[in-house]
T-cell receptor, first 113, second 111 residues
Framework: NAGVTQTPKFQVLKTGQSMTLQCAQD?????MSWYRQDPGMGLRLIHY???????DQGEVPNGYNVSRSTTEDFPLRLLSAAPSQTSVYFC????????????FGAGTRLSVL | GQQVMQIPQYQHVQEGEDFTTYCNSS?????IQWYKQRPGGHPVFLIQ?????EVKKQKRLTFQFGEAKKNSSLHITATQTTDVGTYFC???????????FGQGTTLQVKP
């Protein structure tokens, strides 16, 4: 099993550009989440999904969209990138609410100029 | 809103010294988890504590969950250079399925 796979690993965008960060998992986990990591801020939840067709906002959802059409995939869309979105983005999957142990992908390092 | 505070933010120790990081939650937690992130890597799950007052050990690492289920600690005995990284606690509040991560403690170990 590959676990959680994120692409791309690195990305540089100009302000106003759009892009999609890809996330796929092969563990048949129902729950998937997107976090951003900034120095001194820990991991902050952007959006999460408890199953195909169901998504909800996390702590910092503004500027990001998500969808969950399949159990395996959970893409994160930046519609109009801003320098404040420069960060490291992690996708994670988990089995559910009773423990919610997170299995993280390798991350995407995004710079917005 | 619900918060999980973690201290210290940074810790530099000499190899062989002990290290402790602390987490405090503003609300009662169903469980608390600990993760380790090596430099340039991604967070990796270490352990989960569920019961009030629970203590678990993994070799030189000791994890504790407070009696009120609002605080937790990770203690490393006799640090080694392989312990370098950022340690995160993550709490699961009783009323939601969303994990809340602490800010992390970055450990540097001088050989």
């Amino acid at each position: 099993n590959a676990g959680v796979t994120q692409t791309p690993k690195f990305q540089v965008l100009k302000t106003g550009q759009s892009m999609t960060l890809q996330c796929a998992q092969d563990m048949n986990h129902e729950y998937m989440s997107w976090y951003r990591q900034d120095p001194g801020m820990g991991l902050r939840l952007i959006h999460y999904s408890v199953g195909a067709g169901i998504t909800d906002q996390g702590e910092v959802p503004n500027g990001y969209n998500v969808s969950r059409s399949t159990t395996e995939d959970f893409p994160l869309r930046l519609l109009s990138a801003a320098p404040s979105q420069t960060s490291v983005y992690f996708c994670a999957s988990s089995t559910g609410t009773t423990s919610n142990i997170q299995y993280f992908g390798a991350g995407t390092r995004l710079s917005v100029l | 809103g619900q918060q999980v505070m973690q201290i210290p933010q940074y810790q530099h120790v000499q190899e062989g010294e002990d290290f402790t990081t602390y987490c405090n939650s503003s609300t009662t937690l169903s469980n608390i988890q600990w993760y380790k992130q090596r430099p340039g890597g991604h967070p990796v799950f270490l352990i989960q504590l569920v019961k009030s007052g629970e203590v678990k050990k993994q070799k030189r690492l000791t994890f504790q969950f407070g009696e009120a289920k609002k605080n937790s600690s990770l203690h490393i005995t006799a640090t080694q250079t392989t312990d370098v990284g950022t340690y995160f606690c993550a709490g699961l509040p009783g009323n939601t399925g969303k994990l809340i991560f602490g800010q992390g403690t970055t450990l540097q170990v001088k050989p």
